[in-house]
């Protein structure tokens, strides 16, 4: 059982190049969500999915596109990278929101993907 | 709209007790995650809490009261290995976290 993994861990850009980030998740997860992380700023939402084939813009959706075509998987691309872009980007799955509020809304996180665009 | 606040920084000692603390406005809110982050690694779950009141899980406890949107983190009996940055994040009725910027705690000998 790996949880939630992420490809590739690193990664190096030239401004303008396109890339795809992919997250998978062996824990039969429903949501699965798209993070960025920046020194002083925490964890902002990209995308999230709440289910196969369904998707939905967060916070600082600008920039990026994502693709849930299977359920144990989340794919997020770059069309067109910006330096604005270089940061650690991380995938989260969860088991997604029940009736009543409890911990199975737990979000479990992949190792991340440290990203530079220059 | 949804607002996060916790402190940048928390210094303190080993064998010592630390508290952090976090406030929130969150629409639809649907509960109170705090995970611990070391440097160069992803979140890890530590609490949830949903209802008012204190939940002790070994050296950690969380601590919520809705009413004042409030929450804070109780770490005691410090170790050098809890040197980390932990994160408050507040869950909405959609699912989505909203966190902190993280509150950088380093344990000193």
């Known amino acids: 059982n790996a949880g939630v993994t992420q490809t590739p861990k690193f990664r190096v850009l030239k401004t303008g190049q396109s890339m795809t980030l992919l997250c998978a998740q062996d824990?039969?997860?429903?949501?699965m969500y798209w993070y960025r992380q920046d020194p002083g700023m925490g964890l902002r939402l990209i995308h999230y999915?709440?289910?196969?084939?369904?998707?939905a813009k967060g916070e600082v959706p600008d920039g990026y596109n994502v693709s849930r075509l299977k359920k144990q998987n989340f794919l997020l691309g770059l069309e067109s990278a910006a330096p604005s872009q270089t940061s650690v980007y991380f995938c989260a799955s969860s088991l997604g929101v029940t009736t009543f509020p409890s911990s199975t809304d737990t979000q479990y996180f992949g190792p991340g993907t440290r990203l530079t665009v220059l | 709209g949804q607002n996060i606040d916790q402190p940048t920084e928390m210094t303190a000692t080993e064998g010592a007790i630390v508290q952090i603390n976090c406030t929130y406005q969150?629409?639809?809110?649907?509960?109170l995650f705090w995970y611990q982050q070391h440097a160069g690694e992803a979140p890890t779950f530590l609490s949830y809490?949903?209802?008012?009141g204190l939940e002790e899980k070994g050296r950690f406890s969380s601590f919520l009261s809705r009413s004042k949107g409030y929450s804070y983190l109780l770490l005691k009996e410090l170790q050098m290995k809890d040197s980390a940055s932990y994160l408050c994040?507040?869950?909405?009725?959609?699912?989505?976290?909203?966190f902190g910027a993280g509150t950088q705690v380093v344990v000193t000998p």
């Open positions: 969150t629409s639809g809110f649907n509960g």
């Open positions: 824990m039969n997860h429903e949501y």
């Open positions: 999915s709440v289910g196969e084939g369904t998707t």
């Open positions: 809490n949903v209802l008012d």
């Open positions: 994040a507040s869950l909405d009725s959609w699912g989505k976290l909203q």
